[in-house]
């Protein structure tokens, strides 16, 4: 039914290339458009009052981490995907010599990155001058001014990755969606920068933030050139939206 429905609409707006091969794979191609995510093209804007909560010009390390990630990495069991959250958010403190950000993207009922990650806050060792949750009080322009702050920033919802992306910040992606992972691909022309759910543990986290550490300028360099192609992307996506409305 669903398929039927695809192949009968005007125009899809796919917005990453696994997505594209999916509806591929279906047979839906004729009235597919490869776009790149409108999030891309959302301005940021400097919270009032922010530099009483982080060092706004300092280095830092970002991380979002939701309660979703459950259902990928612990088949549901949050419990567990709680402390293996909470392993990763001590390895972070412990190999790195800056400060850490839990910043919240998705604080609706029932998905609350927030008060996750005040559950993984707890029993954390030396959170008192390395480590710090973002209150969720900022909307979304206000929290990807913060992401943009930081030196580098590692997260599991998509549009906290965008958001970083889109900032030229060097981002590590917790990926348990085609998404994720058509972004990351269309962007490097790979997936090193994800991490997989079967994956996701401390000491790879903390390897690849390495990694990504050492060649953090590279990485910046290739985004300031590579992500004006990926706002031309959606932009054009607006001109062909128009373009149909107006038939």
């Not at 009922?109 to 009080?137: A, H, T, W």
Request: hydrophobic share 40%.
């Amino acid at each position: 039914l669903m398929i039927n429905h695809l192949r009968s609409v005007n125009r899809i707006f796919a917005r990453e290339s696994a997505t594209e091969e999916y509806l591929t794979r279906l047979g839906i191609v004729s009235n597919v458009y490869s776009t790149a995510d409108p999030a891309f093209l959302m301005d940021s804007e400097k919270p009032e009052g922010i530099e009483d909560l982080i060092p706004v010009n300092a280095e830092s390390i970002g991380l979002n981490i939701s309660p979703l990630m459950a259902n990928y990495v612990t088949h549901g069991d949050m419990s567990s995907w709680i402390v293996i959250a909470r392993k990763i958010v001590q390895s972070i403190i412990d190999n790195f010599d800056l400060p850490l950000f839990l910043i919240p993207h998705v604080t609706i009922p029932n998905s609350n990155d927030y008060e996750f990650m005040k559950r993984v806050c707890s029993n954390i060792q030396g959170k008192d001058k390395k480590f710090f949750l973002i209150p969720p009080v900022y909307n979304a322009l206000e929290t990807k001014w913060i992401i943009g702050r930081m030196t580098l920033f590692c997260g599991a919802r998509t549009h906290a990755t965008i958001a970083s992306l889109s900032s030229k910040v060097p981002t590590l992606t917790f990926a348990y969606s085609n998404k994720a992972r058509g972004i990351n691909r269309d962007i490097f022309g790979n997936n090193d920068y994800c991490i997989e759910p079967v994956d996701l543990n401390e000491r790879i986290i903390s390897d690849r933030i390495s990694t990504m550490l050492d060649n953090e300028l590279k990485i910046r360099d290739y985004l300031q050139s590579k992500i004006p192609q990926v706002e031309q992307s959606a932009l054009n996506s607006g001109l062909l939206l128009k373009q149909l409305l107006s038939e």
